[in-house]
């Protein structure tokens, strides 16, 4: 039975920082490609970050570079968001997804509120 299970959310002011968390489980960790995906109110899901299966190589979204970072734990089966600097427009779902060729498994997401 696959599992992606995000935790780490929560409310912090503008500035702050937070870390999520994507456990997962019931699929091969190290073959796939690890992403985090945020869903705002009443906007379309977009991609926030994503990692390769070695973990060698990243990609960010423009408007999240240089303040928030994406790790993976291949031993640990997890996968990881540093939020720093943290702006009232990152407020959203975060998910995390796994892809590897045709199999695409998605995380049920993690609320994260930006606000004074």
């Known amino acids: 039975q696959v599992q992606l299970v995000e935790s780490g959310g929560g409310l912090v002011e503008p500035g702050g920082s937070l870390r999520l968390s994507c456990a997962t489980s019931?699929?091969?960790?190290?073959?796939?490609?690890m992403s985090w995906y945020r869903q705002a109110p009443g906007k379309e899901r977009e991609l926030v970050a994503d990692?390769?299966?070695?973990?060698?190589?990243?990609n960010y979204a423009n408007s999240v570079k240089g303040r928030f970072t994406i790790s993976r734990d291949n031993a640990k089966n997890s996968v990881y968001l540093q939020m720093n600097s943290l702006k009232p427009e990152d407020t959203a779902v975060y998910y995390c997804?796994?892809?590897?060729?045709?199999?695409?498994?998605w995380g049920q997401g993690t609320q994260v509120t930006v606000s004074s």
């Open positions: 019931g699929f091969t960790f190290r073959w796939f490609v």
């Open positions: 997804k796994a892809v590897w060729a045709t199999a695409s498994y």
């Open positions: 990692i390769s299966n070695s973990g060698g190589i990243t």
